[in-house]
T-cell receptor, first 111, second 115 residues
Framework: DAKTTQPPSMDCAEGRAANLPCNHSTISGNEYVYWYRQIHSQGPQYIIHGLKNNETNEMASLIITEDRKSSTLILPHATLRDTAVYYCIVNYGGSQGNLIFGKGTKLSVKP | DGGITQSPKYLFRKEGQNVTLSCEQNLNHDAMYWYRQDPGQGLRLIYYSQIVNDFQKGDIAEGYSVSREKKESFPLTVTSAQKNPTAFYLC??????????????FGDGTRLSIL
């Protein structure tokens, strides 16, 4: 079973920031938080990952709470092409072999 | 451009037949993975391989088989023993199996339908 809890769906207006929450209350000290997204009928795409500190790259920002029990993925200026299912995954940093993809959050960006 | 190629995009087979899904990568990655996705669901790991001639069962390996004779190729065979094979199959690769800094790169999937 997935170690994370995400809302099943969210809407966002085009041009606005999309804030996608994820709860991972049982995360352990050596587990990372990963975010992937899947556009309809395509393979998932890696977005960002983090351990303790907030992270930012060209796609998004990841904010992890101090107790690490939750995190938020931020898409600063959502576009229609950001409509996708977003997966929050918690995984031991030492192995890629068992990433568990739950049902994710379906983000709909509307004009 | 480097990437993962899955073929075919759509595949139809009669019940009781084995079918092999192709996955090729030119990213020079050591690790490769196969996932299954059912409608409205997340991905479930079928098999993964850390290196040539080595592979491990994932969560739902029953009814599936794989081989890893070349670094670039990781074909998946859906056998007649798989009770409900109709699904979307995704192949992925990463630089290696261990280490958090190498994300998995995915192909665009094969949609298998059993008639």
């Amino acid at each position: 079973d997935a170690k994370t809890t995400q809302p099943p769906s969210m809407d966002c207006a085009e041009g606005r920031a999309a804030n996608l929450p994820c709860n991972h209350s049982t995360i352990s000290g050596n587990e990372y938080v990963y975010w992937y997204r899947q556009i309809h009928s395509q393979g998932p795409q890696y977005i960002i990952h983090g351990l303790k500190n907030n992270e930012t790259n060209e796609m998004a920002s990841l904010i992890i709470t101090e107790d690490r029990k939750s995190s938020t993925l931020i898409l600063p200026h959502a576009t229609l092409r950001d409509t996708a299912v977003y997966y929050c995954i918690v995984n031991y940093g030492g192995s890629q072999g068992n990433l568990i993809f739950g049902k994710g959050t379906k983000l709909s960006v509307k004009p | 451009d480097g990437g993962i190629t899955q073929s075919p995009k759509y595949l139809f087979r009669k019940e009781g037949q084995n079918v092999t899904l192709s996955c090729e990568q030119n990213l020079n990655h050591d690790a490769m993975y196969w996932y299954r996705q059912d409608p409205g669901q997340g991905l479930r790991l079928i098999y993964y391989s850390q290196i040539v001639n080595d592979f491990q069962k994932g969560d739902i390996a029953e009814g599936y088989s794989v081989s890893r004779e070349k670094k670039e190729s990781f074909p998946l065979t859906v056998t007649s023993a798989q009770k409900n094979p109709t699904a979307f199959y995704l192949c992925a690769s990463s630089i290696d199996l261990f280490g958090p800094y190498q994300p998995q790169h995915f192909g665009d999937g094969t949609r298998l339908s059993i008639l």
